[in-house]
């Protein structure tokens, strides 16, 4: 009896939730202001140091794109879904048009600044408080820019200074925290290191909070421990190592970890931040899920790599060439990366980015449960 009052008040609240979300007004977000790594990177890495290359890209723009996939990532589902532009890089000097927003995602990007170059392990310089940095002079710059426009095509570019505080505010970073932290410290000093790392994207969500910003969309870190590239120079992992679906089990412990603080510092945000909005999106399930059921979902083995040549211990990187066996061996694409959840054996493919937006912008897979295009009511 008590199991069935115990469904019958789960049931309850679900259906309240859900009548709670139809009865909403949909959201009219201007823009969207983008903080993050590669997960979300339209082209600052890009633009900054060398160009990434075909066939990154061409699964859907037909030429690279500026995005480590062969075509759309999750915050480009993410402007699809509130009916805006895809974001120009803010660090894209060339064609951009910042009207709906601005991405300050770069590749290789961490929450807390690393004392390495992008030329050691690919850690970007652009650390989650420059990208902050750079949204501060952007937000003032542009008043001034648009202010000083002498007509309206030059406004057309620019965003209304009225529209940073309707604006969406999307944050997807700290997986690359993790995967330093593992390379540079024991598990028990990454884990002490964890709520200065979320304190950090705090105090990010803090700083655009006082400057007006009131809706906030933040993402978890995903099972990077799923990530194909793990096991690139591992080919035979001890007893234990991975779990069932090939996954590294420490680095994902490490994942849920870190996600479990996070969680715990956004309900902390919502006391502090009275007027915001503040959603977290449990990537990590829907990436897992995704992983985990992947053969019956009509994928390739998500150990599989799409783009790129990797056998035994010879690696050519997607879009890449190299000498093997004294025969050039160029890293291509496979025939179909529809069928594939890994691109290049550490960014998904379109496909996989798809499934993860659809199963995350419903508000399935949020706290508090609730679609993207609601997500400036506060819960």
């Avoid at 009896?1 to 859900?18: D, E, K, Q």
């Avoid at 890293?331 to 199963?359: E, F, I, M, R």
Wanted: charged share 20%.
């Amino acid at each position: 009896m008590r199991c069935c009052r115990a469904l019958l008040a789960g049931f309850i609240v679900i259906w309240c939730l859900t009548v709670s979300a139809d009865a909403l007004p949909p959201c009219e977000f201007p823009a969207i202001y983008n903080f993050g790594d590669s997960n979300s990177d339209t082209g600052g890495i890009s633009a900054a140091f060398e160009p990434i290359r075909a066939p990154y890209g061409e699964g859907f723009f037909h030429k690279p794109a500026g995005r480590d996939s062969d075509g759309r990532l999750i915050v480009d589902f993410v402007a699809e879904r509130l009916k805006l532009p895809y974001l120009s890089a803010y660090l894209n000097s060339l064609g951009a048009n910042f009207r709906h927003g601005a991405n300050f995602a770069t590749g290789g990007s961490t929450i807390r600044r690393q004392n390495e170059t992008i030329f050691q392990y690919g850690i970007s310089p652009f650390s989650l408080d420059m990208q902050i940095v750079q949204f501060d002079q952007f937000k003032a710059r542009t008043e001034v820019l648009y202010n000083e426009a002498k007509n309206e095509p030059d406004r057309d570019k620019l965003p209304k200074q009225e529209d940073f505080a309707k604006a969406l505010y999307t944050f997807d970073i700290g997986q690359n925290d993790l995967s330093v932290g593992i390379r540079t410290m024991n598990f028990d000093q990454l884990r002490a290191a964890m709520p200065d790392i979320v304190n950090q994207l705090a105090s990010a969500v803090q700083n655009i909070y006082r400057q007006g910003g009131r809706t906030f969309w933040i993402h978890n870190t995903g099972p990077f421990g799923c990530l194909p590239v793990n096991l690139f120079y591992n080919l035979n992992p001890p007893p234990g190592y991975v779990d069932q679906y090939g996954c590294v089990k420490d680095q994902n412990t490490m994942a849920i970890e870190f996600n479990r603080q996070l969680k715990e510092r956004v309900i902390k945000l919502r006391a502090e931040l009275p007027e915001a909005a503040i959603t977290y999106v449990d990537v990590y399930a829907a990436k897992y899920g995704l992983i985990s059921r992947s053969k019956t979902l009509g994928y390739a083995d998500p150990l599989k790599v799409c783009c790129g040549y990797h056998e035994k211990y010879d690696h050519v990187w997607c879009g890449n060439k190299a000498m093997i066996n004294n025969t050039e061996v160029y890293g291509g694409s496979c025939k179909d990366p529809s069928k594939y959840v890994s691109w290049d054996g550490v960014h998904y493919t379109q496909a996989a980015n798809l499934w993860v937006a659809d199963h995350t912008h419903n508000g399935s897979l949020t706290d508090p449960p609730i679609p993207i295009t609601q997500a400036c009511h506060r819960q």
